[in-house]
């Protein structure tokens, strides 16, 4: 599914993570490591946010440099503390978004009413409180027809309701759409009650496989 070759990623000309090799296969993938371990900037790294050194690849067809559009279509991101400009409602920025990554006809409605961001759908994001927040970027993530979620500590903020909610359609874009997800926790993952494809312990700048 994900293919990682000779990536190092530096700031300031200091390297602060670096992955010789790396193969994610189909499935649903969980990194974990402390604040300040690469987790965020690994994540950043793949969806195309942040530039780096080396070849990020999915489904062995879609290089990151080489096809930045074909790539991005299929990877979708959604951040741990989002931002979004005040004045912009959740109503305009899923309009936005949906548009971009080509949505189908009816999945922002049916992703606003299963998240709850139907509730504040016309309100301005300056109002949000931080679990408003989360709830309008993972909505965002999950637009269009992605291969590849990545979701930076989603139960942060999140109340249960709407994280069992979540899951649930996780299990579900795995099983009917073949959706692949990397997460990111300092919760105990096993309250999400998905089955983990592989785990990943990520600090001092490299990534290396659990058991």
């Not at 293919?3 to 190092?8: D, G, H, P």
């Not at 080509?102 to 949000?128: K, N």
């Amino acid at each position: 599914m994900l293919t990682v070759a000779n990536l190092t990623k530096a700031y300031s000309g200091r390297t602060v993570l670096t992955v010789p090799a790396l193969l994610l296969s189909p499935g649903i993938h969980y990194f974990q490591g402390g604040n300040g371990s690469g987790k965020t900037t690994f994540f950043r790294t793949v969806a195309g946010l942040l530039p780096f050194a080396g070849q990020i690849t999915l489904d062995d067809r879609y290089e990151i440099s080489r096809d930045p559009v074909a790539y991005r279509m299929r990877v979708n991101y959604a951040e741990a503390e989002p931002l979004y400009p005040d004045f912009l409602t959740a109503r305009d920025l899923a309009g936005f978004v949906g548009r971009a990554k080509l949505a189908p006809a009816g999945q922002v409605d049916t992703l606003a009413e299963i998240l709850g961001v139907s509730t504040f759908w016309t309100q301005p994001t300056g109002t949000f409180s931080s679990g408003m927040l989360k709830k309008l970027s993972l909505l965002l993530a999950l637009l269009g027809k992605p291969r590849l979620v990545l979701l930076d500590e989603p139960l942060t903020t999140l109340d249960v309701a709407t994280a069992a909610r979540l899951f649930d359609l996780i299990r579900k874009l795995r099983d009917e759409q073949e959706v692949s997800f990397m997460l990111t926790s300092h919760q105990d993952v096993s309250l999400t009650g998905l089955t983990l494809t592989g785990s990943w312990q990520v600090g001092d700048g490299i990534i290396t496989p659990l058991p």
